[in-house]
């Protein structure tokens, strides 16, 4: 069952106005949480406009206390013609201009033991479609379930708040969206991820129709009528929860003592971020076909990192524990060992 594209007299007149307002607050809130729990960086703030229109503010924090490297950005762009990354989803939007907004953010800790976090949420419209999209996943270097317990626990009531379908479809889509296919591997231990909400399709929009993803949005069938309102609340709901989800795991961890076989490892792993974000990540692409700015757009790659040919870790081993239970996915809602 295919829906009729949303028309754009299901939008409020100041949609626009509306969700860029909230994703600036977000970043606020976002860097006033972090530079408390750092207790000694400050976010550094460059505005930066874009030539084709719009522009936005990248705020960074680096050698901090607690941040090797963070970047908490907004945009605002606007323009005449979509990208080929969008219009390969979104055919429908080819030959109209589009706004697009959005709130992203990356953090690299010193600690090898804190995990290094993502989230995302944006808003585009282009002609006679609009949709929402985002989410927030963890890449953990170390293993403790206890943490990614929380982390999906948190979002899950996010969304739950709204629909007791999200979190267990875009769950499975955060799984296969942050997976590196030629490490066969997933890139941590996800949390959430969702694109093209319009109200009117089914749930999963993604590239596999057969995934497990698909397979539950496909059961589940089109939700029953989500407006403009329902949707944006959703990710009012999930952008909030991230400072909820992310600092108790920074409070248990902080203070615990690595060295340099910890390190070298958190710096060889951060070789994965790498290659995700520079092969598979839809934000970095948008951003470059857009003509964003590049500094911005970059600024989720860590500041260090190393390759090591044929690395495989030893058996036993936390390092063998990540790689042989926490880059698979699992059910971290119900974990009990």
């Known amino acids: 069952m295919t829906a009729a594209s949303p028309s754009t007299a299901t939008l409020p007149t100041d ?16 860097c006033q949480g972090l530079e408390t729990a750092d207790g000694q ?26 941040l090797e490297q963070g970047g908490v950005n907004f945009s605002e762009v606007w ?38 976090v993502h989230l995302n949420y944006r808003y585009f419209e282009a002609g006679p479609v609009w949709w929402f999209g985002g989410g927030a996943d963890l890449t953990p270097y170390y293993p403790f379930a206890e943490d990614a317990h929380h982390f999906h626990k948190t979002h899950k009531a996010a969304c739950d708040r709204h629909h007791p379908d ?48 698909a397979q539950l949005s496909k059961k589940i069938g089109i939700p029953a009528s989500r407006s403009w309102d329902d949707l944006f609340g959703l990710i009012q709901s999930c952008g909030h929860a991230f400072l909820e989800a992310y600092l108790p795991i920074v409070e248990r961890r902080r203070n615990l003592d690595y060295g340099d076989r910890q390190r070298q490892f958190q710096l060889y792993r951060r070789g994965r971020y790498v ?56 059910d971290w809602i119900h974990w009990s060992s």
């Open 41 to 66: 960086g400050q976010f550094q703030e460059d505005s930066w406009q874009r030539p084709e229109g719009g522009g936005g503010r990248s705020r960074v924090l680096r050698n901090g206390g607690l």
């Open 166 to 213: 999200y979190y267990p479809v875009f769950k499975l889509w955060c799984d296969e969206y942050f997976y590196l296919k030629h490490r066969q591997e997933t890139r941590g231990i996800g949390g959430l991820f969702f694109d093209y909400q319009d109200g009117e399709t089914e749930l999963y929009r993604g590239p596999d129709t057969d995934g497990l993803a």
């Open 15 to 30: 949609s626009r106005q509306r969700v860029a307002t909230f994703l600036k607050s977000l970043q606020d809130e976002i």
């Open 79 to 116: 323009g005449t013609n979509l990208p080929p990354s969008i219009l390969k989803q979104r055919p429908e939007a080819e030959g109209h201009g589009f706004y697009a907004t959005g709130t992203s953010m990356v953090l690299h800790p010193w600690s090898p033991y804190l995990p290094t």
């Open 275 to 330: 290659e995700f974000n520079l092969v598979y990540d839809r934000g970095t692409i948008f951003g470059l076909q857009t003509n964003g700015r590049t500094e911005s757009i970059l600024m989720s790659l860590p500041p260090l990192v190393r390759w090591e040919y044929g690395y495989t870790p030893e058996p036993g081993t936390p390092e063998a524990e990540l790689y042989d239970t926490f880059l698979k996915p699992q």
